[in-house]
Every structure is written in structure tokens, then in C-alpha cells.
């Protein structure tokens, strides 16, 4: 489906592809370069020592969450999980890049595990794609909804707790980073939304690599009287360093970068979702075009951010109790089964579907819609991630020192009011400082899907750009004004009305 | 250490703070309850029934969900162990009140109110 681009045939054109070369050979920014945090990130025990503070903070938020306050604002485990961790988390993508699974704390636990248990298992082949961890995704949305995990301290511990015992368990049985690339549902998330963060791990200079006979980056750099022997891992999600692309399936775990004995694998600034704009074969993945699990990936991390904030406006209130009524539904799993399945399935089927018809049709586009529809899902993630960013940046910024009252109270229950009595009225930045945040990474986010499109709409069609640029450009800003709906709706706060 | 951490919380999923000596019959106006201004209204009585006067009892009203600002009101006592309290709902959803009860003996008490469906404007 992919064509390659056709030689320059206008001025306008050449002065596009000559305005990139610039930008591409242009020395980029490498944060390893940085007095202080460079040394810190190649200091081997780097990772280690992120993931220890991470790792007593998930202890905590466990015991908090099963002993502590049930109410969910008086509990560390619900605060930080679902107002501090989600907009920390997506904050950091968009600043530098997928720092949460650098520090993830079960990949801590699971490495300490693995100094006794040594997995025996390959992960079977026809598991070996994105589908598990799609359905994952959805799933925890879907949970997330019907149980309330908001508001329940204990089920957000048990969360916690069932995600180190499946981390655990996979990674116990079956060898490379399984549960990364495979299964973990936030790992997914991070990556599809990642793919707009401004920095990257890659080649600092390609041509090293080209006269590199190790492969250490991959292989893990082997004691060279024992070659069975690992001093240091490779990358264990089966990136080759030359060849990745992008921040797809990417930890940020650094493996690579202590690996290279050329020194030559940076943390390198680069286009935000500049990976999306094209096609290329990508180490570990292959082309984005071929892998309909990806883009099922990108639609689920697009349509999730809507239903995740439908659930916080009176509106789909009215949707449910019309639903109930109109197929006579006492289920709430029923319902909100449905809900998910139209905005997160059946919308988004009928949307791309449409879009892809349109674009072969208009831009004499020559591919099938459905390979259309695959190729330009991805030009959606940047508008998902305007949104996952103006929710869970709205809960981080409008909830910012809640954290301060609830650790008070956590010391003064645990019988030591060290830090004083809880200042419950010190909550956050207010609403009018937070809602132009909002918009703004609304907009970036629409920026980001409708110049991907465009480029893409470039490469398909060399006659009609315009043509075939248009349906995707127009669901784009389609979404945008749903996105802008929805927060324009007054808060729910997600009432639990929806149970009957 | 965190399998056992987890056990020995196992079994340990505490109540909220509650006196049993101590009930508290509530009611809140106007029904449906919206977001706004809404009048709790709430008579205090001991383990003999008798009411519980003199009482100095402040409201929170919290949502369910984390990292939203609380909103706070005191009582006043319109007869012997009947109360009534003024809270102003700041949005729709689900809401829950805790009453910080200080009894005339000193005696500090928290009882709770879960408000469901909050009606935004």
C-alpha cells in the first residue's frame, strides 16, 4: 500500500524535502549528553535506582489501599493512582518520553524474581502481536467503569496487586520482556502515546552501527571467554537499535545504551510524532500499515479517551436510562457493555470505514479501504493524546495537593501526626487556570492528527493530496469538537447513577 | 514482601469511624438533590433513643472521586438533638458527607452519608 515518494516535481515540494534533510541532519539534542542527568541515566543501576522509590511507593499505596481511610479522597492509594499517577504519567510523555515504564516497579520486582526463576517458556507465536494487550486495554476502561476503582481504595490496592502477580507469573514462565511487549495494558498505552513525545532512544550515528559485528544493543554484550555468559542485557522487546523507528514497544529500559561498546545510543530529541508521518519497516514491529493489532491499538487509545470522559457527564446518563428502558436492560454490565462496544467498536468501524472509502474514491487511492483505514488509524493517536492529556491533566492539576492532606493523614492514622493535622482544603490549581491547559493540548492534539494525515494523504495520493487528505482530515476535527463537548459539559464526576 | 504486606492487610478492610451508642437520622432537601445549595437536615439520639443535644457538628461533603475540593458546613441546632446544616454541592456525582460530631462531653464521633446522583445544573 505504501508507495514511495514520487521525485520532487514542484518548487514547493523541494523546498519541503530540503527543509527536513535540515531538520534531520541537524545535530539533535541528547539528554545523555546532559551534565548531571546524562551521567545519572548511564550510571548501569540507573533504572534500578528509579524503580526503588516506585516500588516503596506501590507498597505503600497497597497497604493504604487495604488498611487505610475507605473514603477514596482520604486514601494515598485511590489519590495517587487515579489524580497523581495518570497525569504524571502522560505529562512525562509529552515532555520527554516514556518515562513511567523506565521506572516501572514491576519490572523490579519481576528482575529480583528472575535472579532465581529463570523462564523456560517462548511465548507462542501466534500470540506474539498486540491483540491480548488491545483487548487488556479495553478491558481495564471497561472495569474501570464498572466497578468504580475510583472510589475503592481496596480494589485500586488489589489492582496494583494483580498487576505484580501478572507481571510475575508471564515473566516467570516465559522468557525477553513477555509481559512489555505482550500483555501489559499501560505499557501499550505508554507506547501508542509516546509515539508524540519529543524524545527518542536511537543511533547516534548510523554508520557506526554499520561497522558494529556485535549486535550487543540486541544480543546483550557477552563475556568474551563465555559467550553463554550476559554481562549486560539487550533489549528484551527485540528492537535492533539501527533499525528501530520511533517509540514503539520502546521501555525507555536503557539496556541498549549500556550495551553499546561504540557509546553509540543516545536519548535524541526528534519531531514529535514525526514517526507517524511514514511508513517504514520498524525493528521488532514491521510497517505500522501491516499491523491491523497496532492500529486496533491507536483506535481503542483514540475512542478509550472518549468513553473514559463520556463517563464524567450527565449526558451519558440520559444515553443509559434510555438504553435500559428502550431493551429493557437491568444489567449495568449490559449497558455499559453496550456503551463501550458502540463508542470504542462499532463508531470508530463505521467512521474509518467510511473515511477509507471516501480517501480511495476522492484520491484515487488504489489500496483496499480496509488497508487504507489501518494506514491512517495512527494519524488519530496525537488527537487520543490530547485528550488522555486535558483529562488526566485536569484530575493532576485541579487535584495537585491533595497528596499533601492525605499523606498528613496517613501519618496521623499510623499514630505518628508528624506532618500535622490535614489541611483537607488544599486541593489544586482552580478550574480557569486548568480549562486553557485543556484546549490546548485539545488543539495540539488535533494539529498533530490532521498534519499526519496530510502528510500521509501527500505520499497516497501525488494528484489529489487534497482529495484524500479531506475524510480524515474532517474526522479529525470531528473528534476534536466531540473532545470539546465533552468538556464543556458540566461534571458528574462520574456518579455511579448509571448502576439504576 | 509484597505478597506478605498483602496478607497481612488481608482482613484488616476497616468501616469508617462509627459510633453504635450514637445515630443520626438525615434527611436532605429539596429531593432531587442538585448541584447547589442543599439543606441537610439530621437528628442526633443516643443508644436509648433519647437525642443527643448540644452537640458541635460540622459537615464535609466529599465526591467519591480523588483530588476534588471538599466542601465544609457547621450545623446549628434548631431543637434539642434535631440539626440543620446548609451545603452547598459544587457539581453533579456522587457525593458523600461526613459529620464531625463533638459531643457536650468532649466526646468526638464521625458518621457518614453517602449522597448518590448528585444532579449537575
Redesign the interface.
Known sequence: MTKPPMAASTTAEQERISEEAEFLEAQPFDLLAVPVIGPLLRWRHSRTALQIPLLAV??VM??EG??G???????LA??LT??HFRGALVLAILCAGNLFCLACPFML?RNFMRKWIRPRFAWPRVLRNKWIPVGLFAAVLFFYELF?L??SP?LT?WVI?GY?AAVLVVDGLFTHGTFCKFICPIGQFNFIASTASPLEVAVRDPEVCDGCTTKDCIRGRRAPSSPLVVLQRGCELALFQPAKVGNMDCTFCLDCVHACPHDNVGILSRLPAGELMSDPRRSGIGRFSRRNDISALAVVFCFGALMNALGMV?PVYTVESWLKRTLHLNSQAGVLGILFAAVIVVEPAILLGLAALLTRAWGRVKSGWLAIAVRYSYALAPLGFGMWLAHYGF??F??LY?IVPVTQNAFAEMGFPILGEPR??L??LPKTVVEPLEFGFLLLGLAGSLLISWRLAQDDSHEHPVRAFLPWGTLSIILFLCCVWLMTQ????????LAG | MLASGALAALGCHKPADSARDISIKESIAPQPVRAGIEIISFRLVNAANLPVTGAHVQLEGDMTHPGMAPVFADAIEVSPGSYKATMNFTMGGDWVVLFHIMMSNGRRVEQQMDVKGVASN
Do not use: C, E, Q, Y
Open positions: 506501590s507498597v497497597i497497604i487495604l488498611v481511610p475507605t473514603l477514596s479522597p482520604k486514601n485511590t489519590v487515579w489524580v520486582a468504580g475510583w472510589a481496596w490496592a496487586l505484580f450527565s484530575h493532576f485541579t487535584g491533595t483537607w482544603t486541593v489544586g458540566p461534571m458528574d464526576m462520574r456518579a455511579t447513577m
